[in-house]
Nanobody, 113 residues
Framework: QVQLVESGGGLVEPGGSLRLSCAAS????????MGWFRQAPGNERELVATITRDGTISYLDSVRGRFAISRDNAKNTLYLQMNNLTSEDTAVYYC???????WGQGTQVTVSS
C-alpha cells in the first residue's frame, strides 16, 4: 500500500501563498482519486479539492479560484497551490489517495499576521 508524506505547510500572512506537496512511496499513475482535506480545531475534516486519474477536478466553494490541485505522476506527487490565504484557511491539511484509501500524516497551515 502506498504511503503518503505531506510537506509545505507553515505560517503565512493573510494574502500570502503556500504550496503543499504529498509525496507517495509508490506509483500513483493508476490511483483513481486523490484529494486534499483540512481540519481546523473544533471542526470536522472537510474536503478541499479532488483530482481524478483522468484529470477531473473539483473544489470546495470557499477555495475555488484561490487554490489549485494538481498531480505529477512522474514524481508520484500531489500538490495544492494555495493563494490569497485567509485566517479561515488555517487548519491541518491532509492528502488522501485511493482506493485503497490512504491518508498522509497532515501538515499545519497557519494564516496569521
Amino acid at each position: 500500500q502506498v504511503q503518503l508524506v505531506e510537506s509545505g505547510g507553515g505560517l503565512v500572512e493573510p494574502g500570502g501563498s503556500l504550496r503543499l506537496s504529498c509525496a507517495a512511496s509508490g506509483n500513483i499513475f493508476t490511483i483513481a482519486l486523490m484529494g486534499w482535506f483540512r481540519q481546523a480545531p473544533g471542526n470536522e475534516r472537510e474536503l478541499v479539492a479532488t483530482i481524478t486519474r483522468d484529470g477531473t477536478i473539483s473544489y470546495l466553494d470557499s477555495v475555488r479560484g484561490r487554490f489549485a490541485i494538481s498531480r505529477d505522476n512522474a514524481k508520484n506527487t500531489l500538490y495544492l497551490q494555495m493563494n490569497n490565504l485567509t485566517s479561515e484557511d488555517t487548519a491541518v491539511y491532509y492528502c488522501k489517495m485511493g482506493p485503497p484509501n490512504t491518508w498522509g500524516q497532515g501538515t499545519q497551515v497557519t494564516v496569521s499576521s
